[in-house]
Each structure stands twice: as structure tokens, then as C-alpha cells.
């Protein structure tokens, strides 16, 4: 990126739709302000010769999701909370997340939970904290009975 622009639209522009902009449309009065551009438009008018070809639009369907997720949104109900248990369930997904947003690869920023929480549909940011705190006990517990020094105990 060259340049950064912010452009106000006055209608919807859609994914993928291109979007040219015409410097002498504004008339000379834009330019006024400009130093060094003497009411002229700029030389650049490559836009002109230049069609960059926008992405294909989407075909793909709908994700498919069940029937009682259907009837939850339909009746403006949250998503049911996802499991913590499973293959791909919250559990997972926290190990996953956590080290991504951690310093040390173990400890989250408080700030942080909302974030994760939005990666798991239906819990909050206090449950995945929670859950991940249990998660850690289990861990440590799991090291401490495994560790030679409580072997002979």
C-alpha cells in the first residue's frame, strides 16, 4: 500500500466491487488546498488504463447447521453453549487460544478472556477463564502425581 485513504461512500459498496475515484469530478476547488498542485488534477492517471479484476463473488453455501440451532436463532435465543468436552469442544479450542494470546505461553491478560470467549459460542469470557484455570490444576496435579518425588509416597 502506497497510500492510505478513508472514503466516505454515500451508498453500499459491495465485497469485491470495484472503486474508482474521478479527480476532476470535484472541480478545482478540492485542489486549492493542496500545495504544490496549482488547481491541477494530479499527473497519475494510470487508473484510467488500469482494471484490476475484482474476486469471483461467493458460491458457496450455507453452512449447514441443526435444526434446534435454526429454531434458536428464529426465536432470537443465543447459540447454545458449546461442550468443553470432545474433539472440538471448548477444551481444545482454549489450549489452542490461549498460548496465542498469552506473554509466556500459560498466563492471559483479564483484558484478554472476552477475546477468547468469542471463539467459544455461548460462554462468556469468566467461564472460559474459569474452565481454563481448572484446566491448569488438572495439569499441575496430573505432573505432581507423575513426578518421581510422589512416586515413593
Known amino acids: 500500500v502506497r497510500h492510505r485513504m478513508v472514503l466516505v461512500?454515500?451508498?453500499?459498496?459491495g465485497a469485491g466491487q470495484?472503486?474508482?475515484i474521478d479527480y476532476e469530478a470535484g472541480g478545482s476547488s478540492y485542489w486549492e488546498g493542496i500545495e504544490g498542485w496549482a488547481s491541477q488534477p494530479p499527473?497519475?492517471?494510470e487508473w484510467r488504463q488500469l482494471r484490476v479484476r475484482p474476486p469471483p463473488p461467493c458460491t458457496v453455501d450455507q453452512i449447514?447447521?441443526?435444526?434446534a440451532l435454526k429454531e434458536f436463532r428464529l426465536l432470537g435465543f443465543s447459540a447454545p453453549p458449546i461442550s468443553w468436552e470432545g474433539s472440538k469442544g471448548g477444551d481444545?479450542?482454549?489450549?489452542?487460544?490461549?498460548?496465542?494470546?498469552?506473554?509466556?505461553g500459560r498466563d492471559v491478560n483479564e483484558s484478554a478472556w472476552p477475546l477468547v470467549s468469542t471463539?467459544?459460542?455461548?460462554?462468556?469470557g469468566r467461564e472460559c477463564r474459569e474452565r481454563w484455570l481448572l484446566l491448569q490444576?488438572?495439569?499441575?496435579?496430573a505432573a505432581w502425581l507423575d513426578s518421581p518425588a510422589t512416586a515413593s509416597v
Open 9 to 13: 461512500a454515500s451508498e453500499p459498496i
Open 18 to 20: 470495484e472503486v474508482r
Open 43 to 45: 499527473p497519475e492517471t
Open 64 to 67: 449447514h447447521c441443526p435444526r
Open 92 to 104: 481444545v479450542r482454549l489450549q489452542a487460544l490461549v498460548p496465542l494470546l498469552s506473554s509466556n
Open 119 to 124: 471463539h467459544l459460542p455461548g460462554r462468556s
Open 137 to 141: 490444576c488438572a495439569e499441575e496435579h
